[in-house]
């Protein structure tokens, strides 16, 4: 049971921040510039996008063991399309002027690599409550740097916070709006900077280093260094020789001498 637990946990946690979807996964960057103008904006299509997420991670994780998979992305696209549906009808009726401020990019859900990403390799493959946490998180960790690109936006671009003005921003004597920064030019600026702040935050909280991939004895001309200089440049010349097809020099002389006694 504490296993399970940690489980869910660790699925909803990681799309928060360790596997953000748009600062670390770097995925649905369209939508993340082209309605964030505000926060109002970006967090209403950051919810609607969790919504599609959480119920088709439910619906497909149901349904993972009857889908053909021959026709399993068809599938896939007709579960979220039907959401999709479903939630702009609710928009249309309850919140019509956020259904007009994000226009095209609500139906544009149906084909988000994000959903679709999910659906495919976690959804189709793991139990219902564990793609539910997974969606979860990661609609939550989608609608938290919407929410933020557009806020950020908003403050600096327009002086006010979900439509009321800041007292501070826009009067004859305090500071007046970047115009830029409501421009897609300002957007990506923000975008770069939460990334940055994303990637500083990860290295903190996880620990994160590069990999070890290379070594000079295999990889001549890495980075890594051999304390023993001698034994270091031997082994790249034979490695060297290897690569360039070329055969060493210690088994030359050796086939040569075998020769000379034959």
């Given at each position: 049971?504490?296993?399970?637990?940690?489980?869910?946990?660790?699925?909803?946690?990681?799309?928060?921040?360790?596997?953000?979807?748009?600062?670390?996964?770097?995925?649905?960057?369209?939508?993340?510039?082209?309605?964030?103008?505000?926060?109002?904006?970006?967090?209403?299509?950051?919810?609607?996008?969790?919504?599609?997420?959480?119920?088709?991670?439910?619906?497909?994780?149901?349904?993972?063991?009857?889908?053909?998979?021959?026709?399993?992305?068809?599938?896939?696209?007709?579960?979220?399309?039907?959401?999709?549906?479903?939630?702009?009808?609710?928009?249309?009726?309850?919140?019509?002027?956020?259904?007009?401020?994000?226009?095209i990019f609500i139906p544009l859900i149906t084909v988000n690599c994000i959903i679709l990403g999910r659906a495919e390799a976690f959804a189709s493959k793991r139990p219902v409550l564990v793609s539910i946490a997974d969606g979860l998180g990661m609609g939550i960790g989608f609608a938290v740097a919407l929410f933020l690109i557009g806020s950020i936006r908003e403050i600096l671009g327009s002086g006010s916070f979900f439509g009321y003005p800041l007292s501070f921003i826009g009067g004859d004597n305090t500071l007046q709006p970047i115009l830029i920064f409501a421009l897609p030019p300002g957007g990506f600026a923000i975008y770069g900077l939460l990334i940055a702040i994303s990637e500083k935050l990860s290295n903190y909280f996880y620990a994160r280093k590069p990999a070890i991939t290379m070594d000079l004895k295999n990889y001549p001309g890495s980075i890594l260094e051999h304390h023993d200089s001698e034994a270091s440049a031997e082994d790249t010349i034979i490695a060297a020789g290897q690569l360039d097809g070329a055969v060493p020099v210690e088994h030359s002389k050796k086939e040569n001498a075998e020769s000379e006694e034959d």
């Amino acid at each position: 049971m504490a296993e399970k637990k940690n489980t869910l946990r660790l699925e909803f946690s990681k799309g928060i921040l360790k596997d953000n979807p748009l600062l670390v996964l770097l995925l649905g960057t369209c939508p993340a510039l082209a309605v964030t103008t505000t926060a109002w904006n970006g967090l209403g299509m950051g919810l609607a996008a969790t919504f599609v997420l959480v119920m088709s991670n439910l619906v497909i994780s149901l349904l993972r063991n009857i889908i053909p998979d021959r026709v399993r992305i068809p599938s896939y696209i007709t579960i979220i399309a039907s959401l999709v549906t479903i939630l702009q009808l609710f928009l249309q009726a309850y919140l019509p002027d956020l259904n007009n401020s994000l226009g095209i990019f609500i139906p544009l859900i149906t084909v988000n690599c994000i959903i679709l990403g999910r659906a495919e390799a976690f959804a189709s493959k793991r139990p219902v409550l564990v793609s539910i946490a997974d969606g979860l998180g990661m609609g939550i960790g989608f609608a938290v740097a919407l929410f933020l690109i557009g806020s950020i936006r908003e403050i600096l671009g327009s002086g006010s916070f979900f439509g009321y003005p800041l007292s501070f921003i826009g009067g004859d004597n305090t500071l007046q709006p970047i115009l830029i920064f409501a421009l897609p030019p300002g957007g990506f600026a923000i975008y770069g900077l939460l990334i940055a702040i994303s990637e500083k935050l990860s290295n903190y909280f996880y620990a994160r280093k590069p990999a070890i991939t290379m070594d000079l004895k295999n990889y001549p001309g890495s980075i890594l260094e051999h304390h023993d200089s001698e034994a270091s440049a031997e082994d790249t010349i034979i490695a060297a020789g290897q690569l360039d097809g070329a055969v060493p020099v210690e088994h030359s002389k050796k086939e040569n001498a075998e020769s000379e006694e034959d």
